[in-house]
């Protein structure tokens, strides 16, 4: 059957996630849309859970984990190949409004420009802001950010309410991201070379490259359920995601800025773990 919209959700030991997913997705009164989920190589109940209680959903199962980036684009791959208009990508720890998907089809339904938008994220359980648009740090701004972050979310944390109407985008995230189908057409894929980190703002720049538009829809929410304030578990897989993040900091860096934003960066690598330091000792002596 043909849908105009396809929702890819990429899974990875996602058994305490995936049931609430998927039946706040089915709970949309318009149900004219496919569901792909793209399973990582996961080893628990996952995959089982889908087969057990979601029958409609178009299950790709991957013989080993191919990070965010690999495992959309077999789901992106498949929704184009059964007609798709519109290509949704969601995380696996959220939970969408039963407004999610008529929001955002026709938000792009409405602005021929944009190419790709994301709906309003929101922590879980306090109405605050995980993510309503984004920045990029560009020229000396870079200087003055002592962490490795090439940019920010905007109004991150702050609480979502009446006041909040609009917001700027230079990226949007793939937490939950509507895509046209023509941006793929113009631009390709998302790049594997991000196995987890970075994907996002290089295909957003890529796209507005291209002479899209990115919108934020303030008329629908989704919850990522990712906990405001997270204790740092010191262990090797925290090790590993830096050097994923700072690997996939630097492509952006090295590809988007010009000769004298990547200097700032680079005196900002420099500088970072001096203030990060300074920060801790700091905080421990307060």
Avoid at 235 to 246: E, G, H, V
Wanted: hydrophobic share 40%; with cysteine; charged share 25%.
């Amino acid at each position: 059957m043909h849908h105009k919209l396809y929702i890819i959700i990429v899974t990875w030991n996602g058994e305490k996630y995936i049931y609430d997913c998927l039946s706040s997705v089915y709970n949309q009164p318009e149900l004219d849309f496919g569901v792909i989920v793209v399973d990582n190589g996961s080893n628990d109940r996952t995959v089982e859970i889908i087969k057990e209680k979601f029958g409609n959903v178009t299950l790709i199962e991957n013989k080993k984990n191919l990070g965010f980036a690999g495992g959309n684009n077999i789901g992106i791959k498949k929704a184009l190949s059964l007609g798709a208009d519109y290509v949704a990508l969601l995380n696996q720890d959220t939970e969408v409004s039963n407004n999610f998907v008529s929001a955002c089809v026709n938000y792009l339904a409405d602005h021929k420009d944009a190419g790709m938008v994301s709906p309003i994220v929101l922590y879980p359980n306090n109405n605050r802001i995980w993510f309503a648009g984004s920045r990029i740090f560009r020229g000396v701004e870079i200087l003055k950010h002592p962490t490795t972050k090439v940019g920010e979310h905007i109004n991150k944390k702050a609480i979502m309410n009446d006041e909040v109407k609009s917001f700027g985008a230079d990226w949007l995230s793939g937490c939950a991201l509507f895509i046209r189908k023509s941006v793929f057409d113009k631009i390709g894929f998302i790049d594997e070379k991000f196995f987890m980190y970075g994907e996002d703002v290089d295909f957003s720049l890529r796209a507005v490259k291209a002479g899209y538009k990115l919108g934020v829809v303030n008329s629908t929410t989704i919850i990522h359920k990712e906990e405001l304030n997270t204790k740092l578990k010191i262990n090797s897989y925290l090790f590993k995601k830096a050097a994923y993040m700072i690997k996939a900091r630097w492509t952006i860096v090295h590809r988007y800025y010009g000769f004298k934003e990547k200097c700032y960066y680079i005196i900002k690598l420099v500088y970072t773990p001096f203030f990060q330091l300074i920060y801790a000792v700091r905080k421990i002596i307060s």
